[in-house]
T-cell receptor
């Protein structure tokens, strides 16, 4: 298994532009999580899905952020319009069904907004 | 609500010595407590976890102890090696999600 796949690995964009981050979870995993990591705030949960349905989006910072999961093998996190304070590493993670257990993280997308 | 704190924020140890990182949490409903290791520029990876019905768990040089009454759990690394240098994150889990602490930087001095 290739593990959780994220693209792009690096993204540099200018303020005001739309940014789309992509994630492919591990096959068979029912949960998908989007995190943001910064030095100041650490690892923050933005949103998570169960069976493609958004369960908790209370961590999404504001309306500029949106996430979708159209099917079990693909999710996107979109920022529109982007701002310099959105610069961070964005991780996607997935886990299987059942009791709370290990989340497997993707390699992350390093986003820089100029 | 969830509030996870880790101490100390940075820990330097001599190679071969032991390292201990403590994590406190606030949600008494949490029942799952993992530790993740993140090397520079890499993704967080699970190294050990413990559930609320167990007080201690060990895996080779690493161990985790849990005190549910006091709401804290600790990571113990024995015989530290340079490759143990990383940031370590604790988390508390329940209701299918994890809340992470801000991490401890561990530096193993050769």
């Amino acid at each position: 298994d290739a593990g959780v796949i994220q693209s792009p690995r690096h993204e540099v964009t200018e303020m005001g532009q739309e940014v789309t981050l992509r994630c492919k979870p591990i096959s068979g995993h029912d949960y998908l999580f989007w995190y943001r990591q910064t030095m100041m705030r650490g690892l923050e949960l933005l949103i998570y899905f169960n069976n493609n349905v958004p369960i908790d989006d209370s961590g999404m910072p504001e309306d500029r952020f949106s996430a979708k999961m159209p099917n079990a093998s693909f999710s996107t996190l979109k920022i529109q319009p982007s701002e310099p304070r959105d610069s961070a590493v964005y991780f996607c993670a997935s886990r299987g069904q059942g009791e709370v257990n290990e989340q497997f993280f993707g390699p992350g997308t390093r986003l820089t907004v100029l | 609500g969830e509030n996870v704190e880790q101490h100390p924020s940075t820990l330097s140890v001599q190679e071969g010595d032991s390292a201990v990182i403590k994590c406190t949490y606030s949600d008494s409903a949490s029942n799952y407590f993992p530790w993740y290791k993140q090397e520079l520029g890499k993704r967080p990876q699970l190294i050990i976890d413990i559930r609320s019905n167990v007080g201690e768990k060990k895996d080779q040089r690493i161990a985790v102890t849990l005190n549910k009454t006091a709401k804290h759990f600790s990571l113990h690394i024995t015989e530290t090696q340079p490759e143990d240098s990383a940031v370590y994150f604790c988390a508390e889990g329940g209701n299918n999600r994890l809340a992470f602490g801000k991490g401890n930087q561990v530096v193993v001095i050769p």
